[in-house]
C-alpha cells in the first residue's frame, strides 16, 4: 500500500508531504495506480522546485519507495496550490483504490 501523509498546519496550510510504499495493485511495470501516485508527487515536488521561489528539502529513496518533501518557511502561495491539488488527486485516486493508496493528515 502507498502511504501519503501530509503535514498541515492548523490554518490548513500544506507544507510539505511523506509518502511511501508501492500501491500493489498490479505488477510492476503495470502498476496504474502506482504510476499515477508517482506522476502526481514527482510533478509536484519538480514544479515547486522549478516554478517558485520556496526553499525545499526533498529526499527520495526509489529502492525504499519514499519521498519526504516539506517547504522551509512560509509557503509561497504558488506552492499551497501546488500542494493542494497533489492533495486533491491522491484523495481522489486513494477513493477509487482504497486497499492501495491511504491518506492522513498530520498537524505540525
Do not use: W
Not at 13 to 39: L, P, T
Not at 91 to 107: D, F, H
Request: hydrophobic share 40%; charged share 25%.
Amino acid at each position: 500500500m502507498t502511504s501519503i501523509t501530509f503535514y498541515e498546519r492548523a490554518d490548513g496550510e500544506i507544507i510539505g508531504f511523506k509518502s511511501k510504499g508501492h500501491s500493489g495493485y498490479a505488477a510492476r511495470g503495470n502498476d496504474i495506480v502506482c504510476a499515477s501516485v508517482s506522476i502526481l508527487l514527482i510533478n509536484t515536488v519538480n514544479a515547486i522546485d522549478e516554478l517558485t521561489s520556496d526553499k525545499v528539502n526533498a529526499n527520495v529513496n526509489e529502492r525504499r519507495a519514499t519521498i519526504d518533501f516539506e517547504i522551509d518557511g512560509k509557503p509561497s502561495s504558488e506552492a499551497q496550490v501546488l500542494l493542494k491539488a497533489l492533495k486533491l488527486g491522491a484523495t481522489k485516486i486513494a477513493e477509487e483504490y482504497p486497499g492501495n493508496v491511504s491518506i492522513q493528515i498530520r498537524e505540525v
